[in-house]
């Protein structure tokens, strides 16, 4: 136990050159891209005088070379102040924060069904091998991994919410209704539904595969020979033995892929309205809102960290080979 | 005589079409009795694995199976059983230990569940009754603090443990058959030497009838009261122990036992060449460094010194862990030593640089032990043996003219310089690898365990090469094997090695006959089959 303890002591330390450097590319690669806040401010306001615009400039500090930018940029981070967001008047560590939960609904919510279903479909595909059963979910991953993420989103909008009225077309939640309690889980859950099932469904048609992939590698393994020579019946060899191992490379995948997650969510949340940091991060990349995007992209990394780190443990847990070093 | 435990009569296994041959076993018939251990001896591709598999009902069905004949047990055909009838038969009635036991036990699961679950299927026993049975049996096999070895995954246990908790969980039954399939050939010769002592004993505790399937006739000559010889799927020859062993009849039979390397000694002139490569104190420690952690340290080499004479062959021995891969591939260079001196010719070669070393890196060369994985499958033969000397400048054409030269010196035809790996055989691709080595001009060779994947026949024919060779271009050789059979047949002086360290060195007669160190004692009595004189055969011109 201790040694898990320091062990996860030692991945925070080692997190902290990483999130440095993340900090340092991201807002150097922003300073690569043309245009900054104040050319959106004059271009919205529909005129205004280089003298403006200089103004704006040193008001937003954007008139300093561009490494002392950087430096105090950085300055600020250390101390944990991320800036503010001119376009939404407000501190940026706030409003990403709030944003923050709608997204980590949406991605739980994508990942449990992803996984779950996922291996429960290559379950099945695995132990009917060549069956139509098989063929079925076979065929049906091939199409979900092959169609894009956008067009499956404005679809199910067509189709579920349009034609049929089953599902909300876009939001979070049912503002007007002032839910409170179950009700407004309810109501969420409800808003929940068309977001997370576009974003799932590729996840899912990849881990439907590898997970057939898998059952079907470990079924050839020595081990499962033995455990017909012990006499246990087919199902009892696929449960408590086949099954086990081949979970491994599954959930490998999903830890590496959460953090591509991150970047599908900006597609879905923007075609479904959903408020969270996907939709931020397209706002305020439009905006120039250049303080709230690395604020996000930050926070995304911090993301991504903690799910490795997961990851990581509840793979010592699975597999008693690997030891947490 | 009552009747047998087992009655195979005139088994089949079918293999599916396309396949080299239509049965992998063919018409095979014998009898197994309580208490006895019949051995069912072949080469690689003889049938006797799938014989195995067919009693236990465990061929991957449907595209081997069991097409006709009989296995009569207990007064009924086990091949027309009902699937479900035979099931519960596997475990209870009939068991099964494997060759690999890393592979063959689950590695997610423990030790003491896996044992466990063949009582989950096979009684009714309470969770505590079945953990004491678990238990009883873990100490029956000798394990060391049972509780502890219950509550182990595979990988925290040695090779000679997880196989006798696979014998645990094959025995846990009493069964009356234990069909064992190839047992000890993935064991140090120690540890084999134990296991096969613990199965003989526990099968004459519980009278069961055990079919040993192996391709070492040492181990043949330890176990077996009969055997059976198999060749490409057929019986050759089947009788006592001792008339096999001792009286062969069959050619095939008599041509494995003639390949069977001797222990006694092959004298050869004793060599007064110059040393070439005198080796000091080489060592080497792998280290597990963590960031805040203690790493862990590990000894494979610690002051290893021993010296080569031009044209002397020098048998380093030990088993798996001993170090002397590590050793071997420090002289190569393809490891960098931590300490030491690697002295070829005056030119210390230890602490050289990449590229410091490259004008002499083609003097020692090396022929690795796994002919199949040494070999890269993309490339035609030709231009495996050619890269070394292009690497080194000479002209394509030269190199392959040599290329061809060299497939004729070991036992090839030129023309194969065109195919692919794939193509060969194992004995084949291991003369390759000693082609590509010499196609550098050698003076040291350096070969890691070269025939310990081959049969026993192809085994021979590799090592008399081998020995040709050295002798016509005058090479010195570094060989590493845990083979002491085979380390008796081709070495002129032998360094013992354990766990890092040299244990013993001298000439291969001294080290035989008067062994000065117990490690080297305890390997020479563990040889399997060391009491048995292997009869002298005459050839029979039939062969």
Redesign the interface.
Known sequence: MSGRI?FIL?RF??AIPILLAIIIINFLLLKLAPGDAADVLAGEAGSATPEYMAELRAKFGLDKPVPVQLAQYVGRVLMLDFGYSFRHDMPVAQLVIDRLGPTLILMVTTILLAVGFGILLGLLAATGLNTWRDNVISILALVSYATPLFWVGLMLIVVFSINLGWFPTSGMETIAAFHTGWARVLDIAHHLVLPAITLSLFYLALYTRLMRASMLEQAG???V?????????ER?ITF??VL??ALLPVVTMAGVQVSSLIGGSVIVETVFGWPGLGQLAFESLFARDLNLLMGIFFLSAVLVLIVNLIVDILYTL????IEL? | MTAPLVDIRNLHVALPDGADRPYAVEDLSMTLNAGEIVCVVGESGSGKSLTARAM???LPEPRVRASAGQIIFGGRDLLQLPKHER??????QL??I?Q?PM???????TVGRQIE??LI??TSLSAAERMERVLALLAEVHLPDPPRIAAS?P?QLSGGQRQRA?IA??LIMDPKVLVADEPTTALDVTTQAQILKLIRELQHLHGTGVMFITHDFGVVAEVADRILVMQHGKVVETGTADQILNRPEAPYTRALIRAIPSLTPRSRTPIEGVPILKVEDLDKTYR?S????KGREVHAAKDVSFTLKRGETIGIVGESGSGKSTVARMIVRLLQPDGGRIDLHGIDLAPLSKRQLKPHRRRVQMVFQDPYASLNPRRKIGEIICEGPVANGVPKSKAMARARELLGLVGLKPEVAERFPHEFSGGQRQRIGLARALAMDPEVLVADEPVSALDVSVQAQVLELLAEIRDRLGLSVVFITHDLRVAAQVCDTIVVMSKGEVVEHGTLAEVFADPKHAYTRELLASIPGKDWQIPELAEAGAV
């Open positions: 320091a030692r330390l080692q393994m020595d081990y020979i033995t455990a017909r020579a012990k006499g246990l019946s009892r408590r033995h086990r191992n699975l597999d008693p080979r070093k | 236990m009902g465990l099931r519960l038969l596997c475990g209870e068991s099964m494997f690999e592979t063959a036990l689950n590695p997610l699961m679950e063949v299927v096979h995954y990988h696979m969980m094959a597990q963590g960031l805040l952690a």
